[in-house]
């Protein structure tokens, strides 16, 4: 009478664990070797020898694929790959280069990067925003990070009614993509249309809802620490907003690692979820995040996004940028005040990706995706045409030899490394 397969699978041979008899036994049972990274320090756990070969015991959860250990459990399991869609999507976008990642905890998948609209209003016009996220959308962009304060240029809150607008534009938008929104900056000319009190907060969200033109916020960052507010008015004013469904999950943005602590220490203390992510400006020019808060959000289980991932447009290029005369962001602002002091390494670094072939801009992100902790960064353009050369990063992979070139350029703070070995001799 045939067996089962769960009996089939129980009476396969072990892997052999020594001695010539039983090697010639589990001989006859072995499969075409594969090649696996990193098992080979895994022998006798997942069933793997030195030569990470895959034996019959193993097959069935391996399936000859990459795979990592899991500490604690009997045999190892596949290694996940970033979900590449293809085909067209509901706006008849192409989605080839729809990477999609977990989100932290959250169970929501992300793009590799997010769309940032700091530039929308001012510097950039609503026909070419409207392209932005059209073609951010299309290529598997699908979160939208903005602020209540954003659009300063025309007025405080005119970016969220143009993504308002947008969003109205299409029947599936608002359910295709993770709208990111933040409170806490002024916005207004009042005593308290500022700052985390629960009064702030409410209003802010309500005032975010309208301007959005829809009945939730997937993510509400909170835009910097208040250090006037206690944790228990702020997520008292939030928990009320996810009671009412106008929030689904809480961020925060500039916070320190002591912050990220406190403020997940208070909300379990009242038996919530607490921050689901922290934004820091991170890049390599600016990788002091690597000392306290990547290690913070890393051990809370806090997703990270990446602000100011070009550091302001000073490393895409500005350099070249200038001398060609078609340089804008990167001739102003941060770029400016950071070149005065960063200009030879600034120098090296364009000289460099002259001769890997690459843009600047495409060695920056492709750096930081190459980081541990799963970053999204959350890029800024100007024009359509910038989403398509972001998205070149995503096609990147820096050599061991590369990355350690770029560490010699832009070394980390101290030792490198989180606090406080960085400093620690």
Known sequence: MPRSDAEARRTLPLPPQGGTARRRRAAATRVPPARVRGCSVHAGRCGLRGTARHWRTDIDRHRGRPHEHVQGRRACRPR????????????????RVNRQIPFGRTGLRVGRLAVGTVNFGGRTDEPEARRILDSALAHGMN???????????????????????????SPHRRDDVIVATKVGERTGDGPNDRGLSAHHIVQGCEASLRRL???RIDLYQMHLYDPD???????????????????????????????????????RGRGMVGLVSEQCAYNLLTREPELEILPAAQAHGLATLVWAPLHGGLLSGALRKAREGTGAKSAQGRAVSALSVNRPAVERYEQFCAELGRDPAEVGLAWLLSRPGALVPVIGPRTAGQVEGALQALET?????????????????????????????
């Open 80 to 95: 996940r790959r970033p979900v590449l869609a293809t085909g067209p999507g509901r706006d008849g976008g192409d989605r």
């Open 143 to 169: 979160m939208i990070d903005t602020a209540d304060m954003y659009g300063w240029r025309v007025h405080r809150g005119y970016t969220e009614e143009l993504i308002g607008r947008w969003l109205a534009g």
């Open 213 to 215: 033109g829809t009945d």
């Open 229 to 267: 507010v206690c944790w228990d008015v702020v997520w008292q004013a939030m928990d009320q907003l996810i009671t009412q469904g106008k929030v689904r999950y809480v961020g925060s943005s500039n916070f320190a690692g002591w912050n990220i602590a406190d403020a997940q220490h208070a909300a």
């Open 397 to 425: 992979e820096l050599s061991p030899g590369e990355l350690l070139e770029l560490e010699k350029i832009f070394p980390p703070v101290g030792h490198g490394g989180p606090a406080p070995r960085a400093w620690i001799d």
